[in-house]
């Protein structure tokens, strides 16, 4: 990896095909998150894909999980290579990593605290989608784990806007910075 001069790394979070294909505002925030990665990388800001994966046939769905044993049946005859596949105009190069997580939040499940704690990060900065699944999970737990937070408000999307705007004014200040990517970008 780059040398990180400034304990910072940038999470690409479920930027998947397979939940952009069902996104209407998927090529925007495709978009938007490209340009957040171009600037990562030119200033040698780790950049780390996590996706959400199961083994074949989802036997880390508990039946218990409301949200995820509504999808179990679906998820049973998936093909996880397919559908962890991240967005090509998102494409990681061959150093970044790919974290796989079972759940919302990027931590659960997944090896991202010990990678972070590798790369000696301490700030992170959250795109993905959608606002109130993997980026608000996840930015509850980094707050809980005491990382510094910046969200990338337009290099996030929900489906439904208004939870999205709630989320951005109300909700998410009290615990990160709330920034465009344009305005980090200048940073």
């Not at 040698?44 to 949200?67: L, M, T």
């Not at 967005?87 to 605290?113: C, I, N």
Request: glycine share 4%.
């Amino acid at each position: 990896m780059s040398n990180n001069t400034n304990n910072t790394a940038l999470l690409v979070m479920d930027m998947q095909n397979a939940m952009l294909s069902t996104f209407s505002e998927g090529a925007a925030v495709t978009a938007n998150v490209a340009k957040a990665i171009a600037n990562a990388r030119s200033k040698g800001i780790p950049v780390i894909y996590v996706v959400v994966g199961f083994r074949q046939g989802a036997p880390e769905i508990s039946a218990n999980n409301k949200v995820f044993i509504e999808n179990k049946a679906r998820f049973s005859n998936v093909n996880f290579t397919d559908f962890t596949a991240i967005h090509p105009d998102l494409a990681p190069q061959a150093h970044e990593p790919v974290v796989v997580k079972r759940r919302f939040s990027a931590f659960t499940g997944s090896d991202l605290e010990v990678l972070l704690r590798g790369l000696r990060v301490d700030h992170l900065v959250l795109t993905g989608i959608v606002t109130s699944g993997v980026v608000l999970s996840t930015l509850r737990e980094a707050a809980d784990k005491d990382f510094r937070i910046t969200v990338l408000s337009d290099g996030c999307a929900d489906r439904e806007a208004d939870v999205h705007e709630f989320l951005m004014t109300k909700i998410f200040p009290r615990q990160a910075e709330v920034r465009t990517i344009e305005e980090w970008n200048k940073a």
